[in-house]
């Protein structure tokens, strides 16, 4: 359990921004939290030492993260024929704590570009951008080759900006 | 054109690595411990209730042995007298 308490005191930041920068919801990144930290605690004793752990818990976060972004868009076929909105993807305000307040719009707009990418482009921009990470680390999470990591990051520039104008237009900015 | 779209993806890709990092709060620590300890009592409580369910099998399944043994020996017993009848005949 002292394993499981220093584990939880090393990572619990970085699983909370990674689970925020997906849903941009405090209590979504709580909820995704309390489920990554209960995967980590039932899965240590299989931790296989073949990656390290901070990449172990960040694919744990990722998954968790997308399958909770899964989950929302699975209304039930009822609710689905009224509400035209699933999932995260026409989320009109972004509630992140974590953005400059005088750059709300700009940061609303940015987050409802990136909600509408696929998941695998959302995820490099957030690892590389937000996390920080490098490609070498980014690419050991994604489990991919750094050179396919590049190019995804490319195709996902590319996409982001497209998503980035079709949401001005439809804004009318 | 092309040149201004490169200077607003690099602007809005800054604007993303500056997004603030935050903290959970301080009640997420003790919700998230207390429930990895209903975890270990929940897998503690399901293997009582395995190992008591395997126990009750066992003790069935013997009992129905032993059922079946008593009644193979009486079927026994009886042949033996039966034959035992046809030899005094």
């Known amino acids: 359990m002292n394993d499981f308490e220093n584990i939880y005191d090393a990572y619990n930041e970085m699983v909370y921004n990674v689970a925020l920068n997906y849903v941009q919801q405090i209590e979504d990144a709580e909820e995704i939290t309390q489920d990554v930290f209960l995967k980590v605690f039932k899965r240590i004793k299989n931790f296989d030492g073949k990656s390290t752990l901070k990449t172990w818990v960040y694919r744990i976060t990722i998954n968790a993260s997308l399958d909770f972004i899964r989950k929302k868009k699975r209304r039930p076929i009822f609710q689905s024929l009224f509400y035209e909105d699933r999932g995260l993807k026409n989320v009109v305000d972004i509630k992140h704590p974590g953005i400059i307040l005088e750059q709300k719009e700009a940061y609303n707009a940015l987050f409802r570009a990136m909600n509408r990418l696929p998941e695998r482009q959302k995820t490099v921009i957030l690892l590389l951008k937000t996390e920080g990470l490098s490609i070498k680390e980014a690419a050991a999470i994604m489990n991919l080759k750094n050179k396919a990591l590049e190019s995804l990051f490319h195709r996902a520039k590319q996409k982001f900006l497209k998503e980035h104008q079709k949401e001005k237009d439809e804004k009318g900015v | 054109m092309k040149k201004e779209s490169n200077i607003k993806m690099e602007d809005m890709l800054v604007l993303l690595e500056h997004t603030k990092r935050m903290r959970p709060q301080s009640g997420l620590k003790p919700r998230i411990m207390k429930s990895a300890h209903k ?18 099998f066992v ?26 009848g046809n030899i005094y005949e």
Do not use: C, H, M, P
């Open chain 2, 39 to 56: 975890n270990i009592e929940e897998t503690a409580s399901s293997w009582r209730v395995i190992s008591i369910a395997a126990g009750i």
């Open chain 2, 59 to 84: 003790l069935i399944g013997a009992s129905f042995y032993s059922s079946i043994q008593q009644q193979r020996n009486s079927q026994d017993t009886k042949v033996v007298f039966f034959n035992q």
